[in-house]
T-cell receptor
Framework: DAKTTQPTSMDCAEGRAANLPCNHS???????VYWYRQIHSQGPQYIIH???NNETNEMASLIITEDRKSSTLILPHATLRDTAVYYC????????????FGIGTKLQVIP | DAGVIQSPRHEVTEMGQEVTLRCKPI?????LFWYRQTMMRGLELLIY????????DSGMPEDRFSAKMPNASFSTLKIQPSEPRDSAVYFC??????????????FGSGTRLTVV
């Protein structure tokens, strides 16, 4: 069963912020939210993860709602190279858990 | 680190032939995953190894598929005999999984398999 729900596709103008939403209403207390992206013909690439606090790294920011039922990945200044499929997954820390990647969101950055 | 290395990048084979895909995980990672990606089914987990031991092979489609990890730096996925429906991109990923960890997975560039 899918643990996350994402829009199938989104467009974003180059240079603008891309905000990618993800719903995970059944998330458990010990599950983290992870984001990956897959650029055409490449393997998925880890972007960022978080538990309940907002997180930021050199690639993106992750905003998690207070009830943890949804989150938003923010690419602050989207470039054409950010065109990719973005996957939101939830996974517990501490060992193995089967991870389902789902369909993800196809982000198209438009010049 | 060179990342997760997969070979070959592309493989074209005839139906019925044996195919072997190879993976070198990142040094120090204790977990290795084989995934398959198709347009119809997306990314599917085939098998998971921890410390070179297969832990979850519930995603392996059938007996024609087998995977081994003889040591911490090498794994193979074998298909024998291959069929056209096996055509897909096969990804290998590695990570460090342990109690309390929260590391992401590092994926290789994949092997695009075409069975004709």
């Amino acid at each position: 069963d899918a643990k996350t729900t994402q829009p199938t596709s989104m467009d974003c103008a180059e240079g603008r912020a891309a905000n990618l939403p993800c719903n995970h209403s059944t998330i458990s207390g010990n599950e983290y939210v992870y984001w990956y992206r897959q650029i055409h013909s490449q393997g998925p690439q880890y972007i960022i993860h978080g538990l309940k606090n907002n997180e930021t790294n050199e690639m993106a920011s992750l905003i998690i709602t207070e009830d943890r039922k949804s989150s938003t990945l923010i690419l602050p200044h989207a470039t054409l190279r950010d065109t990719a499929v973005y996957y939101c997954i939830v996974r517990a820390a501490g060992g193995y858990q089967k991870v389902t990647f789902g369909i993800g969101t196809k982000l198209q950055v438009i010049p | 680190d060179a990342g997760v290395i997969q070979s070959p990048r592309h493989e074209v084979t005839e139906m019925g032939q044996e195919v072997t895909l190879r993976c070198k995980p990142i040094s120090g990672h204790n977990s290795l995953f084989w995934y398959r990606q198709t347009m119809m089914r997306g990314l599917e987990l085939l098998i998971y190894f921890n410390n070179n031991v297969p832990i979850d092979d519930s995603g392996m489609p059938e007996d024609r598929f087998s995977a081994k990890m003889p040591n911490a730096s090498f794994s193979t996925l074998k298909i024998q005999p291959s069929e056209p429906r096996d055509s897909a991109v096969y990804f290998c990923a590695s990570s460090f999984l342990n109690r309390g960890d929260n590391y992401g997975y590092t994926f290789g560039s994949g092997t695009r398999l075409t069975v004709v």
